[in-house]
């Protein structure tokens, strides 16, 4: 890959950025803003009041947004012929953040969202006259059950996907990549909360386990029980903080010179593994009894298989928690981030370690999510 360079300077086209409203679209919208980028933010209507509430809290100095009322569900993603004009004419650059994230949904459920929606972005911008560069929100997901070193170079390594969700991730990813347009591809690990706030919108991969021991810290006596932990070190657990996503990829995007296709692995570098993770999450809610361990990977494995997986399943949906992460916690994979890494040295923007910010998640979640 070229050596890339920090672009100087400021365009006045339009970046068109679907998923304004999510937890990491809202975010990256409101720090491209503050580069000085005219954003137009796809909106679907049901969706559009929450999102002039979000612009509220944006840097005065940011050139106010356009908001444009589609639906990635919609043919020419349901944009007046108005809007699609405009953006044929003036779009500079597209990222493409709205997909429909949820593992227990089934492919019929998602594939509409996440693979037909992502087809009308890359028609759209195989239509607009200034050959925008899309920026393309992919994630892990696609290894799949992949094991060992996973590059930034690879794609299809003959992996089976764990859940629909993670096919229609590979499906979207095959399309960009089949567009012939100039992309980029950001494969974000399990997002979690901001790194000097801790602030998250959503209970999601490891919050599970907060919730789970908020749970048994309420048990008489729990400070002292007896817990269970993973005997082993493995490479299953993969969380990067979302500020670090955001910054990544703000910065990645702006760079020049690079290839027609280029593919970032916004990962931890030296991801930490399930058991420390687990140790720091039983510290950061005082559960200092002795830490028994085990060789869970091999419970995991059973619980996986489809008669106990059926149970699994029924017992996540009465805790509300899905039964398919459980899949994740085979995996021994480990991704590499050399490219990122290189892309990102000039910049002060690096992948903060994990440990020391579990106090710091668990006290968010403590006080302000359910
Ligand atoms: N969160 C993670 O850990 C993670 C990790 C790796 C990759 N990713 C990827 O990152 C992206 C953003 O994830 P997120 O966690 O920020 O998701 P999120 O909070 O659930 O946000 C999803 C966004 O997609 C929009 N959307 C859904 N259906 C739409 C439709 N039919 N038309 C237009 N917009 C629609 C939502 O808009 P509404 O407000 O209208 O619903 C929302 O803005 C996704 O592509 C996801 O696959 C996420």
């Not at 944006?58 to 012929?81: C, M, N, S, V």
């Not at 749970?215 to 082993?232: F, N, T, W």
């Not at 994979?333 to 710091?360: F, G, K, M, N």
Request: include cysteine; charged fraction near 25%; hydrophobic fraction near 40%.
């Amino acid at each position: 890959m070229t050596k890339p360079k920090k672009k100087t300077g400021d365009d006045k086209s339009l970046t068109l950025l679907t998923g304004a409203t999510g937890f990491i679209g809202s975010r990256l919208a409101r720090r491209l803003a503050g580069q000085g980028q005219h954003l137009a933010l796809l909106c679907r209507p049901g969706s559009a009041e929450a999102l002039e509430q979000k612009i509220q809290n944006w840097p005065t100095q940011a050139p106010p947004p356009r908001i444009l009322l589609g639906d990635l569900d919609q043919p020419k993603l349901g944009l007046t012929e108005q809007d699609r004009r405009e953006l044929l004419e003036t779009c500079g650059k597209v990222f493409h953040l709205a997909a429909r994230y949820d593992l227990r949904l089934d492919d019929q459920a998602i594939r509409a969202i996440n693979v037909d929606g992502t087809a009308r972005v890359l028609e759209l911008a195989a239509d607009c006259a200034k050959q925008p560069r899309v920026h393309h929100m992919s994630s892990i997901a696609v290894s799949g059950d992949a094991g060992g070193v996973y590059a930034e170079t690879d794609f299809d390594v003959g992996q089976q996907s764990l859940h629909a969700y993670g096919q229609t991730k590979f499906d979207a990813e095959a399309l960009v990549r089949q567009s012939g347009l100039p992309c980029s591809i950001y494969r974000a690990g399990v997002v979690v909360g901001d790194s000097k706030t801790g602030e998250m919108d959503k209970v999601d991969g490891p919050y599970y386990v907060f919730r789970a021991l908020r749970l048994i810290r309420r048990v008489p006596g729990a400070s002292r029980l007896p817990m269970i932990i993973p005997r082993d070190d493995d490479d299953s657990f993969h969380l990067v903080p979302v500020d670090y996503v955001v910054d990544a990829m703000a910065h990645l995007a702006d760079l020049p010179e690079l290839d027609p296709l280029a593919c970032w692995h916004l990962c931890d570098p030296n991801p930490a593994s399930f058991r420390q993770f687990y140790s720091a999450a039983l510290d950061a809610y005082d559960l200092h009894g002795p830490r028994i361990g085990r060789p869970v990977q091999r419970l995991f494995r059973l619980l996986c298989k489809p008669g106990p997986f059926a149970v699994v399943k029924q017992v996540g949906d009465m805790l509300d928690m899905p039964a398919e992460m459980l899949r994740h916690m085979l995996l021994d994979v480990r991704y590499d981030t050399q490219a990122t890494e290189e892309a990102l040295a000039d910049s002060e923007i690096q992948c903060p370690a994990l440990l020391p910010l579990v106090p710091l998640l668990v006290d968010y979640f403590e006080t302000h999510l359910k």
